[in-house]
């Protein structure tokens, strides 16, 4: 009877160590560090300012009223002065170059052999980028970043902490306008970014997903950026990003005959 109760005990542990073998391990979790207002604000702005340098290669959508394209497209931006931008069509056709700097434009249309040339300007700028984006927009869009130097001294008049995100809102009085930040809690990514004029109409749009980690600074893949008052739409997918790396001198070499025009 003795044996018969061990030879049972002895078989009911090895059934039970089975059965705990089959259980799946628990899967670590990943601890969210939960930062105040100005502490995430000064994180992020820090990952903006350490990209020195900004090299990309994807695809590229511009919708607007003149004109709905789909392209390719290379950028190259050396901080803080110099954007390199090219454009081009169905079996890598050359359709646009453009070189812009703080003071000046390039812009190089190959089918026209046409180049306009004159300092910076918000009508050439349209002109080579299709939508009204300044020097630095143009600069932190491509780049898939928003700068946040002008809040760093300022509390935000609305602070949420929800399951995975943050929500910051910055309301300007004066221009009955409010700037809404949505910022992942995981690793501090900026994922949205509005102007909403008299509380509900959003006017300006940034959306920015498909983030990957690079040189310790999340960096989305995909930018889409909406001006709705203009009904201007700007898409950007990364295929290839790569940061702080040297870049040369950003130059467009003009052929001997084309026509220039200077503005």
């Known amino acids: 009877m003795n044996r018969k109760l061990s030879l ?16 799946p391990a628990k899967q670590p979790t990943v601890e969210k560090k939960v930062l105040p207002a100005d502490r995430l604000l000064k994180k992020i702005e820090a990952n903006r300012r350490k990209i ?19 392209g390719s497209f290379e950028i190259a931006i050396k901080k803080p002065d110099s954007i390199k931008f090219s454009i081009y069509g169905p079996f890598g056709i050359d359709l646009a170059h453009a070189v812009v700097s703080r003071n000046d434009v390039v812009f190089y249309e190959p089918n026209a052999n046409v ?22 927009e143009l600069m932190d869009a491509f780049a898939g970043a928003v700068n946040l130097t002008e809040r760093l001294s300022q509390e935000p008049d609305n602070f949420q902490i929800n399951k995975d995100d943050y929500v910051l809102t910055y309301k300007d009085q004066m221009s009955n306008k409010e700037y809404r930040y949505l910022v992942n809690i995981l690793d501090n990514a900026l994922l949205d970014y509005k102007v909403i004029e008299n509380k509900k109409n959003i006017i300006f749009e940034g959306r920015y997903t498909h983030y990957k980690n690079i040189d310790n600074v999340p960096i989305p893949y995909k930018t889409k950026i909406r001006n709705r008052n203009e009904k201007q739409e700007l898409t950007i997918n990364y295929k290839n990003i790569k940061v702080n790396e040297k870049i040369g001198n950003l130059k467009l070499n003009l052929p001997d005959d084309i026509k220039i025009i200077r503005w």
Do not use: Q
């Open 52 to 70: 020195k340098s900004f090299e990309g290669t994807g695809k590229i959508e511009i919708n607007t009223p003149d004109l709905e394209a789909i």
């Open 115 to 136: 180049a306009y040339i004159g300092p910076i300007k918000p009508e050439l700028l349209k002109r080579a980028f299709k939508v009204n984006l300044n020097f630095n």
């Open 8 to 23: 049972i005990s002895f078989l009911v542990i090895v059934l039970v160590l089975i059965l705990e073998g089959c259980v």
